[in-house]
């Protein structure tokens, strides 16, 4: 039988590209369980929520800091490069258009859970493919990304 650890890694493996597992769950992390199920729910790592396991589908919601790890996996692919001048729109959780997608990795599927990033590859937001890759790049109109959670600009940054 495999640890809860073992099986949330091989999820995130099948879900977002070998070794990813790993790289977005560490060893510490902390995996809270459903009250009415007792299936997992919620993965944390030092009190700050990185993945939610979803009941439907059994396969991840990221949240920033899980997609801000995810980056980090040299076989995570599913990336989303937005033009720097929407980047702050985006940020604040509104959907990104096919208009403003710069790069998009042709792998990426419809309904797929993606990251998106500037041009200095720092993480705008993270949500939910509507498109595929090459339909971002291709489409000139219509939802890329529906934006789950945007990044925030703080003062130390800017």
Do not use: W
């Amino acid at each position: 039988m495999l640890s809860d650890l073992a099986r949330i890694r091989s999820i995130a493996d099948y879900q977002f590209g070998e070794g990813c597992g790993e790289v977005i769950f560490p060893e510490n992390v902390t995996i809270t369980y459903s009250k009415n199920t007792g299936r997992i729910r919620h993965i944390y790592l030092d009190n700050i929520l990185l993945a939610t396991l979803k009941p439907t589908d059994g396969l991840f919601s990221i949240t920033l800091a899980g997609g801000s790890r995810l980056l980090q996996c040299p076989s995570f692919k599913s990336i989303v490069k937005v033009k720097d001048e929407v980047a702050e729109f985006v940020m604040k959780g509104r959907s990104l258009f096919a208009k403003h997608v710069l790069e998009a990795d042709g792998g990426i599927k419809p309904g797929g859970e993606v990251v998106v990033v500037d041009s200095n590859r720092k993480i705008v937001a993270v949500g939910k493919a509507t498109l595929n890759g090459k339909e971002m790049l291709v489409f000139k109109t219509g939802v890329a990304v529906k934006t789950r959670k945007g990044g925030r600009k703080s003062s130390e940054e800017e």
